[in-house]
């Protein structure tokens, strides 16, 4: 029961009855819309149809484009979204969707008192080893909505970073190829920044002054108010005040601002300032979770929804800076962004992209589900290798040395699944006479800002001025969609 008499809210219902409906929605919104797992079908269960790969049909899927499935995979057919990753608020996938989409894992979190040590996570224990070795090289995602006071997560900051400590710790001792992400507030605003600068303040003192590991940085960005219950019962629709932040309002909204685009692509563009300034510059940035949530009958018809959905793609697929973007995917602000969400019985919040019957399946695209399936229709794939960084170390050596050479080789492209290339180091352009220095490094990569390091050990380098390259896909085996940077050079002298 929602506390205190519901307003009119500035006039933008007719009826109090209107209020009072859209509070119920909200709430139901933000305790029920996804995250229950006795609410999410499970993952593997007999009778489930096993899709071929995608790229088998001439329409590889897109890394970039996830959803957030709250629908047995089998019921809602997600290769005609054509997209190439999904999460379903667990740690356990669908073997049916191995073949052509990644799952990602969330671990949710739960805060069961006020002490740092107080909290559990789950899956724990036996169950969360055997997910991580289900998964190698995973992207796991720490919570869900930790920031959303009452409902989903919930966790103070310093309980989070807690939380967060252990977990990291556990992931990549099994798994140091895995990827964790930190984060996932309900929407990167001032006041949740606030929050997560309590969470990095608390990992420090928690862990003598050390800066909190993160491989990369997971947000919602859903466009809701931020107003504390206790202080305005009648318009605390929306996101609330994070826990343990001391404050009655943060962003005022209108429900009408759902679907502002600008105000959307203006969050992003703060969170990757925020990382910056933080230490996290270039790191992955996943939106793992934003659409429409008013209804239809506030004005947010398939029409409004599909408006938004196509310039929130149009946008994070090219929105680039070279300061905060991430070097390893051209500079793209976004790696990777998944849509609310595939359906629900009820259809009780908007952007679902299949609709049906409850147990009539499968269901039939949505409106939504139909524009999502044509925007990716579209789009070809594309694979973008290149260095994103040389160097050398010692950089300046003052004698005969041992040189340890690095490259990082990046993929910028579409692909979801591996593409293998070899990579070489040169002593000298190699279009001009350069000479090879060591062996072939055969290097896999997927699209979408991953990257690997290649080294090798130049011993006993005597006196000199050198130009050193590195050429990925040296053999020129992968069709690219640009091949102009796929070299990289840096002089360096050796000894006076």
């Known amino acids: 029961m929602i506390k205190g008499e519901f307003k009119r809210l500035k006039g933008k219902w007719k009826s109090a009855f209107a209020v009072f409906s859209l509070m119920v929605l909200m709430v139901l919104l933000f305790s029920f819309?996804?995250?229950?797992?006795?609410?999410?079908?499970?993952?593997?269960?007999?009778?489930?149809?096993?899709?071929?790969?995608?790229?088998?049909?001439?329409?590889?899927?897109?890394?970039?484009?996830?959803?957030?499935?709250?629908?047995?995979?089998?019921?809602?057919q997600l290769e005609k979204l054509r997209l190439g990753w999904?999460?379903?608020?667990?740690?356990?996938?669908?073997?049916?969707?191995?073949?052509?989409?990644?799952?990602?894992?969330?671990?949710?979190?739960?805060?069961?008192?006020?002490?740092?040590?107080?909290?559990?996570?789950?899956?724990?224990?036996?169950?969360?080893?055997?997910?991580?070795?289900?998964?190698?090289?995973a992207d796991w995602l720490i919570g869900n909505e930790p920031d959303r006071k009452d409902f989903q997560d919930d966790m103070e900051p310093h309980v989070y970073a807690a939380a967060y400590a252990e977990l990291y710790n556990i992931i990549k001792t099994a798994d140091p190829q895995a990827r964790v992400f930190a984060g996932t507030i309900v929407q990167p605003t001032p006041i949740r920044l606030q929050y997560l600068d309590m969470v990095l303040n608390s990992y420090a003192a928690q862990n003598s002054g050390a800066k909190m590991p993160v491989d990369g940085w997971s947000i919602h960005n859903f466009i809701l108010n931020e107003v504390s219950c206790d202080h305005d019962p009648g318009n605390c629709w929306g996101a609330e005040i994070p826990p343990g932040v001391n404050a009655d309002v943060g962003e005022v909204l209108d429900v009408q601002d759902n679907d502002n685009i600008d105000r959307f692509k203006q969050r992003i563009e703060n969170f990757r300032q925020w990382m910056y300034d933080r230490g996290y510059a270039g790191l992955p940035l996943t939106v793992s979770e934003y659409g429409i949530l008013m209804p239809d009958w506030l004005g947010f018809d398939s029409n409004r929804v599909n408006t938004f959905m196509n310039a929130s793609f149009n946008y994070m697929k090219t929105a680039v800076d070279p300061i905060l973007g991430n070097p390893n995917d051209n500079y793209k602000l976004v790696q990777t962004w998944s849509w609310f969400s595939t359906g629900a019985v009820g259809d009780q919040f908007n952007g679902y992209l299949f609709q049906g019957a409850e147990g009539v399946y499968p269901w039939g695209l949505s409106a939504m589900g139909q524009n999502y399936a044509s925007y990716t229709a579209n789009l070809v794939k594309e694979v973008d290798l290149y260095p994103s960084a040389l160097a050398s170390s010692p950089a300046s050596p003052t004698e005969l040395a041992d040189l340890t050479l690095t490259a990082t080789i990046a993929n910028s492209g579409t692909n979801v699944f591996p593409e293998n290339f070899v990579a070489r180091f040169y002593n000298g352009n190699p279009q001009t006479g350069g000479t090879q220095l060591g062996s072939d490094q055969l290097v896999s990569l997927e699209g979408c800002g991953h990257f690997k390091t290649v080294t090798y050990v130049w011993e006993n380098v005597p006196s000199g001025t050198y130009q050193i390259y590195v050429v990925v896909d040296a053999l020129g085996t992968v069709a690219e969609s640009s091949e102009i940077n796929n070299s990289k050079m840096i002089s360096l002298t050796v000894g006076n």
């Not at 609410?39 to 009778?47: C, L, T, V």
């Not at 489930?48 to 790229?55: A, F, H, N």
């Open 33 to 76: 819309r996804r995250e229950s797992p006795a609410n999410i079908a499970s993952a593997g269960s007999s009778g489930e149809i096993l899709y071929l790969p995608l790229v088998q049909n001439g329409t590889a899927p897109q890394c970039r484009f996830g959803v957030n499935v709250i629908q047995n995979p089998a019921n809602v």
């Open 86 to 137: 999904y999460l379903n608020y667990q740690a356990v996938g669908s073997t049916q969707l191995s073949n052509w989409a990644k799952f990602v894992p969330v671990i949710r979190l739960s805060q069961t008192g006020p002490n740092v040590q107080d909290f559990a996570y789950s899956p724990s224990g036996t169950t969360l080893l055997n997910a991580i070795a289900a998964n190698p090289g």
